[in-house]
């Protein structure tokens, strides 16, 4: 499968300060991103989609404000968490969407902990 | 929610023995996939099965799919250790927004 590599791994802040995850696409260009949260012991809930060139699409219930996503090239997108806070702190995955079909390509994941 | 529903939610098995997992969800579907996650990584396609397959094979993986029931079932022939972590299934509307709705998960366990 594709290769989808999230920097950083982990992130350890303060509450208030915003944290930055990348999420690369290295073997294709991706038009279509997709940000989940997954907390302890839960499934992976979907937060927006990234689209390249556009505005993101967020699900019901995501502070669009808080979460902003940014899809400025082919191979980048970034989830920045404004103004983090404790209730904040899961695990935060992106997938991208393969140019033909509808299998997705799940980066490793970032652990974002917020004191 | 249309989050589906897996069962079980956990599963111990012993090294060998064949392990089945199975996923309900709730709206049409195109496709249903799925994953495989070990602790604290990402997630790993395993294998997709389309709206109108009733079963799909790929190794030691056996996946059947029924529209009917809006079910599905991951079986893993002489499992091994390195078999465990959690297993997730995936589906995307028929409506075709590709967007993904994941079930809520088997943690299985392979016990050597």
């Known amino acids: 499968g594709a290769v989808v590599s999230q920097h950083p791994s982990r992130v350890i802040c303060k509450s208030g300060t915003s944290v930055k995850i990348e999420c690369r696409s290295l073997?294709?260009?991706?038009?279509?991103m997709f940000w989940y949260r997954q907390f302890p012991k839960q499934s992976l809930m979907l937060m927006a989609t990234?689209?390249?060139?556009?505005?993101?699409?967020?699900e019901q219930g995501v502070e669009k404000d808080k979460f902003l996503i940014n899809h400025a090239s082919l191979t980048l997108s970034t989830l920045t968490v404004t103004s983090a806070h404790p209730e904040d702190s899961s695990f935060y995955i992106c997938?991208?969407?393969?140019?033909?079909?509808?299998?997705?390509?799940f980066g490793p994941g970032t652990r974002l902990t917020v004191l | 929610s249309q989050q589906g529903e897996e069962d079980p939610q956990a599963l111990s098995i012993q090294e060998g023995e064949n392990a089945t997992m199975n996923c309900s969800y709730k709206t049409s579907i195109n496709n249903l996939q799925w994953y495989r996650q070990n602790s604290g990584r990402g997630l790993v396609h395993l294998i997709l099965i389309r709206s109108n397959e009733r079963e799909k094979h790929s190794g030691r993986l056996r996946v059947t799919l029924d529209t009917s029931k809006k079910s599905s079932s991951l079986l893993i022939t002489a499992s091994r250790a390195a078999d465990t972590a959690s297993y997730f299934c995936a589906t995307d509307a028929s409506f075709g927004n590709e967007k993904l709705t994941f079930g809520t998960g088997t943690r299985l366990t392979i016990i050597p």
């Open positions: 990234s689209n390249e060139g556009s505005k993101a699409t967020y």
């Open positions: 073997d294709f260009q991706a038009t279509t």
């Open positions: 997938s991208e969407l393969a140019p033909l079909g509808n299998e997705q390509f």
